[in-house]
């Protein structure tokens, strides 16, 4: 039976994360496994990658469709991996489905990169813009602080 990895985007929000899956941080570390998770995809967020509720004061607007030209069947049984790449997108393996904030659109991936600094023009995708603001995580910076020598 294959897995229901559903990515849901929230307009004006988050990503919700459901099913069989794994959230790493920038530095490797397990954030949250299993069942439901909000993950910021707006930059603003002091717990990154979790979300907040930071969006809503830093006046993110987004209400994006989800483009199913790039469908793929689905991988069978296996868990959803998403990384934090340090100062950069989140990058999902495995088997999920995007369903776009319309609740219409849909896509079905094995893999993808998602924008987490909130500026890409191809939301939730990431167009690599990241580099071109300057976006960071603060959890790579605390990361590297609390590290022991």
Do not use: W
């Not at 998403?82 to 989140?90: A, D, T, V």
């Not at 659109?105 to 924008?115: G, T, V, Y």
């Not at 690599?128 to 590290?147: P, Q």
Request: aromatic share 4%; hydrophobic share 35%.
């Amino acid at each position: 039976m294959a897995v229901k990895n559903i990515i849901t985007l929230i307009e004006d929000g988050p990503l919700q994360v459901e099913g069989e899956f794994r959230v790493y941080d920038t530095i490797g570390q397990l954030v949250v496994r299993d069942g439901k998770a909000l993950l910021c995809r707006c930059g603003a967020s002091k717990t990154k990658p979790l979300c907040d509720g930071s969006h809503a004061e830093a006046g993110f607007r987004d209400c994006s469709k989800v483009d199913k030209s790039r469908d793929e069947k689905l991988e069978s049984h296996t868990t959803l991996i998403i990384s934090c790449r340090p100062n950069g997108m989140l990058v999902a393996k495995g088997p999920m489905t995007i369903i776009g904030a319309d609740g219409q659109s849909k896509a079905m991936r094995n893999k993808a990169a998602l924008c987490r600094c909130g500026e890409s023009r191809s939301k939730p995708f990431c167009d690599v813009t990241h580099k071109k603001i300057g976006f960071v995580d603060d959890a790579l910076i605390i990361g590297k602080a609390d590290a022991p020598e």
